[in-house]
Every structure is written in C-alpha cells, then in structure tokens.
C-alpha cells in the first residue's frame, strides 16, 4: 500500500517537471516564517532561549550527522518544500541571524530567501517567552524582514526589488505553541472563543504587515493536532489512564483551521493581489494516524527521542533514548514529525488535493506570475 502510494505521488510528480521549469523561473527566493516545525538554526544564535535542538540525537540522519538546530532527526518540513519547488536547493534558505553574522555574502544570500522561523514561537508576542526564556515572535520576525527590504532595493533596484518581493513565496508555519501557552497559562482565565480572536486578530494584522512590506503569495500551514503528540498523550495516560489524543485541544486547532481558511479567503479579496495556499496539516496528521501502515509508519504514539512515558516526558538530548527504525515512526521528539513525515507532508502541500491543501496546491502556486 505504502509503495502504492508513493508511486502515485512520483507519476504526479514527473508529470509537474515541466511546471517545474517554470517555478523555477517565476519563483525568485523562499521567506520562511514561523516556530519549530520550520526552524532551521534560528534559536542556536539565542543563547538565552531554552528551545534548543542543536544537540544530538537531532540531526542524526542529516547529513555528517549535523545537529543543526532543527527539531527533527534529518530535514524538516520547509527543507523539503523548498527542495520541492526548487531544484537547485535541497534545503531551506538559511536562518536570517546567521545571514547577519557571516556578513560576506549577506546581499546575495538575501535575495536567494531566508529563514525567520524560531522553536517556541507565535502568533502572538507572548508566545513562548514564560516557557523558553527566549524566542523570536512571528511579529519580530516580520520586523526582521522589513530591515532587509531596503537592502534588496539597494542591490536590484526599485523595480526588480519589487518584482523580486511580490514574486517569492512566503511560507508561514506558525500557531501549535500560542495553543500550548493557553493550555499553561490562560486557560482558566479565558474563554476560549475569546483567546482564538485575539489570536485570528493577530495573524490577520502580521499578514497584512507582510502585505505592506510587498508579500502577496502566501503558502501558510495550519496547527497539526498537537493534543495526539506524545507530550499530550503522556499527560492525558498519566490522568486518566489513556493514551489517547487530548481532544479539547485537538478540538480547539480544528476550529482555528476553520478560521484561518475564513480570514484568507477575506483577506484574498480585500487586499488586491494576493494568493494563497493553506495546508491543512490537522487532517493531513489525522489521516496518518488513523491509517499509519498505508503510509509505511508503525509508531504513532511513542517519541523515537526522548524520556519517560511514551518517550514524551523528555526531550531528545544524547542521553534520552533512541528508537531503532526511526523512518517508522510519526513523532521524532515529544512533539515533533520525523524526517519521513516531514516528506510525506511536504510531497502533500506540494502536489496534494484540496482536501490537505485548499485552494490550490503549492505547486500551482509557487508559478503565479504576480
Ligand atoms: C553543521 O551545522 C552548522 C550550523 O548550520 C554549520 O555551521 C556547520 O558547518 C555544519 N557542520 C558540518 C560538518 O556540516
Ligand atoms: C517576557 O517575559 C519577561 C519576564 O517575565 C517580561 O518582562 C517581558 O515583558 C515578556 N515579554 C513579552 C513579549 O511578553
Ligand atoms: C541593509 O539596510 C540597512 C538599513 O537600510 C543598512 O543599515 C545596512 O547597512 C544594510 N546592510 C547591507 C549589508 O547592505
Ligand atoms: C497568557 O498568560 C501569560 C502569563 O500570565 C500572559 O503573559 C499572556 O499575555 C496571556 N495571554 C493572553 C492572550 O492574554
Ligand atoms: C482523558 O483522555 C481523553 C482522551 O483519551 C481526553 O479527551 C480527555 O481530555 C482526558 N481527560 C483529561 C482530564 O485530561
Ligand atoms: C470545520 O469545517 C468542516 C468543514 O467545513 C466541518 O466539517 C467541521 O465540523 C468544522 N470543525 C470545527 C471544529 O468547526
Ligand atoms: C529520564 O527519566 C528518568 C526518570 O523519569 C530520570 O531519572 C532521568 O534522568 C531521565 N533522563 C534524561 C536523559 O532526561
Ligand atoms: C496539485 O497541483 C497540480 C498542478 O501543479 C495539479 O495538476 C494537481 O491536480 C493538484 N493535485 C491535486 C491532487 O489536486
């Protein structure tokens, strides 16, 4: 079945080369935004942050085995959609702060794309700042970006700038944490009807941020269903003896999907311009879940790196332990996908149907000529 499944997904593929020429083409660099699920290296350059994964065994099947920060045992889901639409890249563009550092190269990596996205991060500002310490908020990150638009002016020019700008794509992947917060801190003194407003609220002001700044093609991936990560289940086990989902949350990321696809279809309309794709990696995760063997994985509820009940009490360090048949499993660490989830996500947002991935898919909208 699993074989079955990826055959399919290669015909779609080979059949998308000559789309893929085009992407090419028309798709100039990759701005990526978001929290852990996206963050290639960004919180190693925080040395205050406790939301760190550049120790081993993370990176155990990157290549040399690198512990590059990223929360997972090899790539990470934007590696693999950049890798997607762009050939010549097999990985995302590099963190912004370590563009920053290594200053030599910095205007022609600019214009190449760069990564934002921060481990703990949220929509909104407090997110992830009583838990770690320390982390860059996707409203900073949007402030980062708007200081490097001069300097790619400086370099192209007005016009091509401009081009440049309104022709990449911007790849949100932001929302599990601000969740996680209100589940720690706010749920008792908050509704939750009135915690996903002020939520929506935000993300609708960092797009329109974005819109300003000459953004106009979105690729934004939604929550995934964060009460079934091993963390969750260990708690909810520890509670009630089962080792099921932790469904109010669940129910909570479902609803806010729903209002995600409603603020982007009215901000597509009033803000002349803009495309979009929204993935929706709740149904996406869900559909492996309940189907794990179609999709040649065999673990969904234990950790393959970590401590204590379901591998989910701990966090992946040298000392934690290690699953053997690490392609098998759903959950690298206490929340996050392995490396080949991370694909079959990637290859889904990329060529999948409206069903994981509305209204077009990555593919379709990577081209767009703006
Ligand atoms: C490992 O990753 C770090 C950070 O991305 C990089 O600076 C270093 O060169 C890499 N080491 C190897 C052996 O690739
Ligand atoms: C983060 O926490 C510190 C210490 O509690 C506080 O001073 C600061 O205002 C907080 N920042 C945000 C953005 O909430
Ligand atoms: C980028 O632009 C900022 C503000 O315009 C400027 O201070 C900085 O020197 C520029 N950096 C480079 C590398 O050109
Ligand atoms: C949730 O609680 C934290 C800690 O008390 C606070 O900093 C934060 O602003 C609250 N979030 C909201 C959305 O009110
Ligand atoms: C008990 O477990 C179920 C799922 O198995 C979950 O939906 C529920 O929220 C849990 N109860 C508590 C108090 O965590
Ligand atoms: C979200 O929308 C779908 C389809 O429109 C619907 O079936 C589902 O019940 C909604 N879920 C929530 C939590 O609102
Ligand atoms: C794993 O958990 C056990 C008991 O819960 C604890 O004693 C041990 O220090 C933990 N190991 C690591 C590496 O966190
Ligand atoms: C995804 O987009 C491609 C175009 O790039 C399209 O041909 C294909 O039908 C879409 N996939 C699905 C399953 O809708």
């Known amino acids: 079945m699993a074989r079955v499944w990826i055959l399919l997904l290669s015909l779609s593929i080979v059949g998308l080369m000559k789309q893929l020429v085009l992407v090419e083409a028309d798709l100039p660099a990759i701005y990526i935004f978001g929290d852990s699920t996206v963050d ?46 762009d050939k010549t ?51 900073e990150q949007i402030q980062q970006f708007s200081t490097v638009r001069p300097n790619i002016t400086i370099i192209l020019g007005p016009d091509k700038a401009d081009k440049l700008i309104s022709n990449s794509l911007y790849l949100i992947s932001v929302g599990g944490n601000d969740f996680f917060d209100y589940q720690r801190y706010n749920r008792t003194t908050m509704l ?20 300003t700044l000459g953004a106009r093609k979105f690729a934004i991936i939604g929550v995934p269903p964060i009460g079934c990560c091993p963390a969750e289940r260990a708690v909810n086990l520890k509670l009630n003896g089962s080792d099921g989902c932790f469904d109010q949350m669940n129910d909570l990321v479902r609803a806010f999907y729903n209002e995600t696809e409603t603020l982007l279809t009215s901000f597509s309309s009033q803000f ?39 591998n989910g009490e701990g966090r992946c360090t040298p000392l934690a332990n290690l699953c053997r048949n690490r392609e098998e499993y759903l ?10 989830v991370s694909w079959l996500a990637a290859l889904t947002l990329y060529g999948g149907a409206q069903q994981f991935v509305t209204p077009m898919n990555f593919s379709q909208l990577a081209p767009i000529d703006i």
């Open 40 to 85: 290639v290296g960004t919180n190693p350059h925080l040395s205050e942050s406790l939301a760190q994964a550049n120790m081993p065994f993370n990176g155990i099947d990157y290549p040399f085995s690198n512990a590059t920060g990223r929360f997972s045992n090899g790539y990470n889901t934007a590696d693999l959609i950049v890798r997607l639409l």
């Open 89 to 139: 890249h097999s990985r995302s563009p590099p963190p912004f702060l370590s563009l920053l550092e290594r200053m030599a190269n910095f205007k022609r990596d600019l214009t190449r794309g760069a990564n934002f996205a921060s481990g703990g991060s949220g929509i909104l500002d407090s997110t992830g700042n009583a838990t770690y310490r320390k982390v860059v908020p996707l409203g």
């Open 192 to 211: 939750p009807e009135t915690f996903m407003a002020i939520l929506l609220n935000a993300y609708a002001t960092h797009l329109e941020d974005l819109y």
């Open 272 to 310: 002349q311009g803009v495309k979009y794709s929204l993935g929706n990696a709740f149904d996406l995760t869900m559909t492996i879940i309940n189907n794990p063997l179609v999709f040649g994985i065999k673990e969904v509820k234990t950790a393959c790196c970590g401590n204590g009940t379901l």
């Open 331 to 340: 959950f690298w660490d206490y929340v996050h996908p392995t490396q080949a």
